[in-house]
């Protein structure tokens, strides 16, 4: 299938976003969509200072991510050394006697079922049991 020829503005506009792939990520979050785009650099220009202005808030916002994952990081680890490894043992004690006590209630509950069961069935246990000669 041959390619078709695009008109030279739609051409270089395609230039123009290669060497400003932020524009593209703008366009990806539905920020704004390629017809605006195409239409503002269009009336604009290349050289208007809002692309590099959109540029600039891009790296911006993504040097505060980068900030903010290092911030939650040092939280973390922060918290891990001001840990008192007595303090963890003794909750992990109690999670796991928390634990032994609700296993121990549900299997309680399990019992009482498994038995009603077991007692409302007066046939034998296995049903196809058979006599040997």
Same mark, same amino acid.
């Given at each position: 299938m041959a390619k078709k020829k695009l008109h030279p503005s739609v051409e270089k506009f395609k230039e123009f976003v290669k060497e400003h792939p932020d524009l593209a990520q703008q366009v990806r979050k539905g920020e704004t969509t390629w017809q605006? +785009?195409?239409e503002e650099w269009y009336l604009l220009g290349e050289d208007d200072p809002r692309w590099n202005t959109i540029s600039d808030n891009i790296k911006d916002k993504k040097n505060?991510? *980068?900030?903010q994952k290092t911030?939650?990081?040092g939280t973390i680890m922060g918290a891990v050394k001001n840990m008192d490894p007595a303090q963890v043992q003794g909750? +992990? %004690? %109690?999670?796991?006697q928390a634990l032994g006590a609700i296993q121990g209630v549900l299997s309680q509950f399990? @019992? *009482?079922?498994?038995?009603?069961? @077991?007692? %409302?069935?007066?046939?034998p246990? %296995?049903?196809?049991?058979?006599? *040997?000669?």
């Open positions: 605006e +785009m195409f505060e991510d *980068k900030e911030d939650w990081l909750q +992990m %004690n %109690n999670i796991s399990q @019992g *009482k079922a498994g038995g009603s069961q @077991g007692s %409302n069935n007066s046939g246990s %296995n049903p196809f049991s058979f006599r *040997k000669d």
